[in-house]
């Protein structure tokens, strides 16, 4: 398996930028397509970007296209959220989720089998 932990949230203003970052262990990152996802308090965890093996391809909801740009380092075992003109409804604990998958095309769009412990980001307004 593969083991996941975020870094990089913080608090910022509205307006602001952060990057996250998700750095994996265990196996081989590039044999994953991996995810980020967000729980803002009293709702459900949500699909934010998703990203094929080779980073190809990628995926993002409504909310944070043009502004969010989801990226991975296989070399690095390392995957990347770059978030710009951060919104207060950004608010949330931001988690990056894999997935095993032997099609390197596929990008993950739905909770992967394994994840972090989660980052929390907060955008003041």
């Known amino acids: 398996q593969v083991q996941l932990a975020e870094s990089g949230g913080g608090l910022v203003q509205a307006g602001g930028s952060l990057r996250l970052s998700c750095a994996a262990s265990?196996?081989?990152?590039?044999?994953?397509?991996m995810a980020w996802f967000r729980q803002a308090p009293g709702k459900e965890r949500e699909f934010v970007a998703g990203?094929?093996?080779?980073?190809?391809?990628?995926h993002y909801s409504d909310s944070v296209k043009g502004r969010f740009t989801i990226s991975r380092d296989n070399a690095k075992n390392a995957l990347y959220l770059q978030m710009n003109s951060l919104k207060p409804e950004d608010t949330a604990v931001y988690y990056c989720?894999?997935?095993?998958?032997?099609?390197?095309?596929?990008?993950?769009?739905?909770?992967?089998?394994?994840w972090g412990q989660g980052t929390q980001v907060t955008v003041s307004s």
């Open positions: 989720t894999a997935k095993l998958t032997v099609y390197g095309l596929v990008v993950l769009t739905t909770p992967g089998d394994y």
């Open positions: 990203i094929s093996r080779s980073g190809g391809s990628t």
């Open positions: 265990g196996r081989t990152f590039s044999n994953y397509a």
